[in-house]
């Protein structure tokens, strides 16, 4: 299982940003996928999770009404759009599927 994570940056408040997650090496359409993110001094935390057909997708309250997950089945990429952003979304945010991790992408969130 090979899972990058792409589409981090330094933005500022009220921004948008759109994280991609390019997976490799398992039957990708066949997965439920999620997005967490962690941050500093932070433990995990679950972001957002879609049904392997992406007919079902499930948020944290703090990502409600401002991210929305996808995902294509034909890139094997599963997206995070991120709008309305918040300082308190500052965080590495991680591709996941069951217990595989990619090396996270960073968020930051600032003025």
């Known amino acids: 299982v090979q899972l990058v994570e792409s589409g981090g940056g330094l933005v500022q408040p009220g921004g948008s940003l759109r994280l991609s997650c390019a997976a490799s090496?398992?039957?990708?359409?066949?997965?439920?996928m999620s997005w967490y993110r962690q941050a500093p001094g932070k433990e995990r935390e679950l972001v957002a999770g879609?049904?392997?057909?992406?007919?079902?997708?499930d948020y944290a309250d703090s990502a409600k009404g401002r991210f929305t997950i996808s995902r294509d089945n034909a890139k094997n990429t599963v997206f995070l759009q991120m709008n309305s952003l918040k300082p308190e979304d500052t965080a590495v945010y991680y591709c996941?599927?069951?217990?595989?991790w990619g090396q996270g992408t960073q968020v930051t969130v600032s003025s």
């Open positions: 090496g398992f039957t990708f359409s066949s997965n439920y």
């Open positions: 879609i049904t392997s057909g992406g007919g079902y997708t």
């Open positions: 996941n599927l069951n217990d595989s």
